[in-house]
């Protein structure tokens, strides 16, 4: 399977890094061409307004929309949960989210780069817990019907899947640990 990781800005290789260790056959995703030869993509962390200005620049924002309608697997960590989301709380007024899961997020909503933190967290199909990195993260404040809430902290869901698509709040590439990559993978990616 090939799976594409958005290369525009963010944790692109270690997100590559933690697919090739799965046995999957990660690609970099910069242009329209790339994104139409991927079964699945990656949206890595970095900053949501400016990876939205990206993919309008980039020429992939219409063709993005049009493979996540389409029902493409795709898995956005941090700023790539933002991406994904249905509804953006707090973000720009010209800042656009793909609505490929139905949650609405807050940006930052644990609090500036200082607040980062890192927790253990009680994962739904998980044995032990995992250990999640938070930098300037995102949660979820409101989950559609259809959504299924896999993990929290403090009450504010962090882990959600609905169909083919993940998001996380946290950076599950910055850890060894690689079974939220392979959740990913095992739910049709």
Do not use: W
Request: charged share 20%; with cysteine.
């Amino acid at each position: 399977m090939k799976v594409g990781v958005l290369a525009l800005q963010g944790a692109v290789e270690p997100h590559a890094e933690a697919l090739r260790d799965l046995g999957a056959a990660p690609a970099p995703v910069r242009t329209p061409a790339q994104l139409a030869d991927v079964d699945a993509l990656v949206v890595p962390g970095g900053e949501s307004t400016t990876m939205s200005k990206l993919l309008d620049t980039s020429g992939l924002a219409g063709p993005l929309s049009d493979r996540l309608a389409s029902g493409m697997p795709a898995f956005g960590t941090c700023a790539g949960m933002i991406v994904l989301a249905r509804e953006v709380l707090d973000g720009r007024a010209d800042q656009r989210s793909y609505g490929a899961i139905d949650i609405a997020v807050r940006r930052n909503a644990f609090g500036r780069q200082v607040d980062s933190f890192e927790a253990e967290l009680d994962v739904a199909g998980l044995e032990d817990s995992f250990h999640g990195v938070f930098i300037r993260a995102p949660f979820v404040e409101a989950v559609g019907p259809h959504v299924e809430v896999l993990a929290a902290v403090d009450g504010h869901p962090v882990l959600c899947r609905s169909g083919p698509v993940l998001v996380a709040a946290f950076h599950p590439e910055l850890t060894p640990d690689r079974r939220v990559h392979r959740l990913f993978l095992e739910a049709g990616a």
